[in-house]
């Protein structure tokens, strides 16, 4: 007897289990089968990303399906329209040998008519998406009201997308007496009410810890600058030749431009985002699943429902506002028992929301430092060794061997592989040789002591003043985003905003002050000069010149609009706006559009 038909799974079920190769269930499977095949229950299981669930409720509700009866049976709500799809062909695969039953997919971005074209031919099993099911239970296309079986899976996800609605109108429609199947990575209170309100005494089973990361994966963070983010992405690329990943961005703004730049900058990379297309969202995932990309860089709700085994490293580019999500991210890699990475690029400020996932995680993170320069050279250059010694000869080169003999003539064997490695090692080199350190040292306490004594602030931090403020537009959200984007910083390196009437002050790290001063030199809104100085209190008021600071048109500029309306209006949408940077040469100015963080 096999393993799963000790579970208790029927013969159509085993020969395609046999077909598809599986040969032990996962922990998730083998507790969660028996309960569902033995009893008419309700279940919350809990599971990492990457362990069977599909298989899980899959082969049970497959098995319990009157395949002879064309009436919708079986309910499979999920996140996103390639979870939907995914999890629909593999109850395809699953149900290969059972004749007559039916499972389609509903979802959005796809013609409704032929979906229900599908429905109404018959489907025992409908596997949807939240919004494009409601949608079709209003039209009246689709009946729940006689279902036995309905499925929540990655349930959490669903809620952390904003369906709670939705789903509490779907299970609203379906009968009290169905058995109801909740799967989900981690419990967050949300998905806890729902399942105190639509289920019945549930069963519970946990895979590993509640909350917790799983232990195929192991958890780095980087400690850097905030301007320095991509260069430190980069860097982990070029340290990890073999990366095959997934780079997770908090806006499809900040997603786009960082996946514009690397492909730019020769790496093979792609976006994922809502803003894309369904046939561009389809085209780039069939090229990540080949590996023609390397690095997918996605929002966390574009990245639902990626299902790739291989995925070696997740790439934190900024942290997500939930715990959660951190969750799921780093589900994406270490699946299907397989190890994988999740990175973490942070600044000093964020080194609290590490402590804070590693609770609830129950795992611990290692301080690990971006690679230096030369560092990378070397690791590159013993990857083209290994690269060159294991590549199959191609036979075809036979032809061309006595030429290229003729211009090698001469060359000893060092003399040849030194010039070999050489084509590959050079070009890092030259990129790498001489760049700075980009590691942030956590500073010890008297440093920080010595940072507050040195610039006139408390903590390590430095105050500046800026003139701009409520006449302008501003309160302090939409000022901290005009600095975040102009400065092209974090929004946690800028803290403190305080928004005046025609001025405001902020603070900073000290080490960004140099780079926030240079920004602020000879800068202009709207033919109108912004000027930051360094002040000369920790909670503002009056203001001394700092020697960096080239603020010398401020007065001037002042002067100019004493008594008359200022040029250019800085409106709360101020922040969205791009500034323009005056270079001054040879008593000439002339207008240069700043040069992005990317």
């Given at each position: 007897m096999t393993k799963f038909e000790a579970l208790g799974l029927n013969s159509a079920l085993l020969n395609a289990i046999t077909d598809l190769g599986f040969e032990t269930p996962s922990e998730v499977q083998e507790k969660s089968i028996p309960i569902l095949l033995e009893d008419e229950t309700d279940l919350v299981a809990l599971a990492q990303t990457g362990t069977g669930k599909t298989a899980a409720f899959g082969f049970p509700l497959i098995q319990k399906i009157d395949s002879n009866s064309r009436t919708t049976q079986g309910l499979i709500l999920s996140p996103t329209r390639e979870l939907c799809l995914q999890i629909t062909n593999e109850m395809q695969l699953y149900s290969k040998y059972v004749q007559g039953l039916n499972t389609v997919a509903i979802y959005g971005g796809a013609s409704i008519t032929e979906q229900a074209r599908q429905i109404k031919r018959g489907a025992q099993i409908v596997v949807a998406t939240p919004g494009r099911m409601k949608d079709m239970i209003g039209r009246g296309i689709i009946d729940i009201s006689k279902i036995d079986y309905c499925i929540l899976d990655e349930a959490d996800e669903m809620l952390n997308m904003g369906f709670y609605e939705d789903i509490k109108d779907i299970l609203s429609n379906t009968p009290k007496e169905k058995s109801t199947w909740l799967f989900s990575a981690t419990m967050p209170k949300e998905v806890a009410t729902i399942a105190k309100k639509f289920m019945h005494h549930p069963k519970e089973i946990t895979v590993g810890t509640k909350n917790s990361g799983v232990d195929t994966v192991q958890h780095e963070y980087y400690l850097v600058g905030g301007r320095d983010r991509y260069s430190a992405l980069k860097r982990l690329s070029d340290a990890n030749p073999g990366i095959f990943s997934v780079v997770f961005c908090r806006t499809k703004r900040?997603?786009?431009?960082?996946?514009?730049?690397?492909?730019?900058?020769?790496?093979?990379?792609?976006?994922?985002?809502?803003?894309?297309?369904?046939n561009q969202r389809d085209l780039v995932m069939n090229a990540f699943r080949k590996k023609q990309i390397q690095m997918l860089v996605a929002t966390d709700v574009a990245a639902r429902g990626i299902d790739v085994d291989d995925i070696t490293h997740v790439i934190n580019y900024q942290l997500p506002d939930e715990i959660e999500t951190y969750t799921h991210r780093s589900g994406r890699t270490g699946r299907a028992g397989k190890s994988g990475i999740s990175m973490v690029i942070i600044t000093r400020s964020e080194l609290r929301k590490i402590h804070a996932i590693e609770k609830k995680i129950k795992q611990n993170f290692i301080a690990k430092k971006i690679p230096s320069g030369i560092e990378i050279c070397e690791i590159q250059l013993y990857h083209l060794a290994n690269k060159i010694r294991t590549t199959e000869i191609n036979e075809e080169v036979n032809h061309y061997l006595p030429a290229i003999h003729d211009v090698l003539e001469g060359m000893d064997r060092d003399e040849l592989i030194q010039k070999i490695v050489s084509?590959?090692?050079?070009?890092?080199?030259?990129?790498?040789?001489?760049?700075?350190?980009?590691?942030?040292?956590?500073?010890?306490?008297?440093?920080?002591?010595?940072?507050?004594?040195?610039?006139?602030?408390?903590?390590?931090?430095?105050?500046?003043?800026?003139?701009?403020?409520?006449?302008?537009?501003?309160?302090?959200?939409?000022?901290?985003?005009?600095?975040?984007?102009?400065?092209?910083?974090?929004?946690?390196?800028?803290?403190?905003?305080?928004?005046?009437?025609?001025?405001?002050?902020?603070?900073?790290?000290?080490?960004?002050?140099?780079?926030?001063?240079?920004?602020?030199?000879?800068?202009?809104?709207?033919?109108?000069?912004?000027?930051?100085?360094?002040?000369?209190?920790?909670?503002?008021?009056r203001r001394r010149r700092d020697k960096g600071a080239k603020g010398k048109r401020d007065g001037r500029d002042r002067n100019k609009s004493k008594g008359k309306k200022r040029e250019g209006s800085f409106s709360k949408g101020g922040s969205r706006r791009s500034g323009t940077k005056q270079v001054t040469s040879s008593g000439n100015r002339r207008s240069k559009k700043r040069d992005g963080f990317y």
């Amino acid at each position: 007897m096999t393993k799963f038909e000790a579970l208790g799974l029927n013969s159509a079920l085993l020969n395609a289990i046999t077909d598809l190769g599986f040969e032990t269930p996962s922990e998730v499977q083998e507790k969660s089968i028996p309960i569902l095949l033995e009893d008419e229950t309700d279940l919350v299981a809990l599971a990492q990303t990457g362990t069977g669930k599909t298989a899980a409720f899959g082969f049970p509700l497959i098995q319990k399906i009157d395949s002879n009866s064309r009436t919708t049976q079986g309910l499979i709500l999920s996140p996103t329209r390639e979870l939907c799809l995914q999890i629909t062909n593999e109850m395809q695969l699953y149900s290969k040998y059972v004749q007559g039953l039916n499972t389609v997919a509903i979802y959005g971005g796809a013609s409704i008519t032929e979906q229900a074209r599908q429905i109404k031919r018959g489907a025992q099993i409908v596997v949807a998406t939240p919004g494009r099911m409601k949608d079709m239970i209003g039209r009246g296309i689709i009946d729940i009201s006689k279902i036995d079986y309905c499925i929540l899976d990655e349930a959490d996800e669903m809620l952390n997308m904003g369906f709670y609605e939705d789903i509490k109108d779907i299970l609203s429609n379906t009968p009290k007496e169905k058995s109801t199947w909740l799967f989900s990575a981690t419990m967050p209170k949300e998905v806890a009410t729902i399942a105190k309100k639509f289920m019945h005494h549930p069963k519970e089973i946990t895979v590993g810890t509640k909350n917790s990361g799983v232990d195929t994966v192991q958890h780095e963070y980087y400690l850097v600058g905030g301007r320095d983010r991509y260069s430190a992405l980069k860097r982990l690329s070029d340290a990890n030749p073999g990366i095959f990943s997934v780079v997770f961005c908090r806006t499809k703004r900040d997603t786009q431009k960082v996946a514009e730049k690397l492909i730019e900058d020769g790496y093979n990379a792609g976006a994922l985002h809502g803003d894309l297309s369904q046939n561009q969202r389809d085209l780039v995932m069939n090229a990540f699943r080949k590996k023609q990309i390397q690095m997918l860089v996605a929002t966390d709700v574009a990245a639902r429902g990626i299902d790739v085994d291989d995925i070696t490293h997740v790439i934190n580019y900024q942290l997500p506002d939930e715990i959660e999500t951190y969750t799921h991210r780093s589900g994406r890699t270490g699946r299907a028992g397989k190890s994988g990475i999740s990175m973490v690029i942070i600044t000093r400020s964020e080194l609290r929301k590490i402590h804070a996932i590693e609770k609830k995680i129950k795992q611990n993170f290692i301080a690990k430092k971006i690679p230096s320069g030369i560092e990378i050279c070397e690791i590159q250059l013993y990857h083209l060794a290994n690269k060159i010694r294991t590549t199959e000869i191609n036979e075809e080169v036979n032809h061309y061997l006595p030429a290229i003999h003729d211009v090698l003539e001469g060359m000893d064997r060092d003399e040849l592989i030194q010039k070999i490695v050489s084509v590959e090692f050079t070009r890092f080199y030259n990129y790498y040789n001489k760049t700075k350190d980009l590691n942030s040292v956590e500073p010890d306490r008297r440093e920080k002591n010595k940072g507050a004594s040195d610039d006139f602030s408390s903590n390590g931090s430095v105050r500046y003043f800026i003139n701009v403020g409520e006449r302008d537009g501003y309160d302090w959200m939409s000022l901290k985003d005009f600095l975040k984007d102009t400065l092209q910083l974090d929004k946690n390196d800028l803290f403190r905003v305080d928004v005046k009437e025609s001025f405001s002050f902020f603070n900073s790290e000290a080490a960004l002050k140099d780079q926030i001063l240079e920004t602020f030199t000879d800068f202009k809104v709207n033919g109108r000069f912004v000027n930051v100085e360094v002040s000369d209190s920790p909670e503002g008021g009056r203001r001394r010149r700092d020697k960096g600071a080239k603020g010398k048109r401020d007065g001037r500029d002042r002067n100019k609009s004493k008594g008359k309306k200022r040029e250019g209006s800085f409106s709360k949408g101020g922040s969205r706006r791009s500034g323009t940077k005056q270079v001054t040469s040879s008593g000439n100015r002339r207008s240069k559009k700043r040069d992005g963080f990317y």
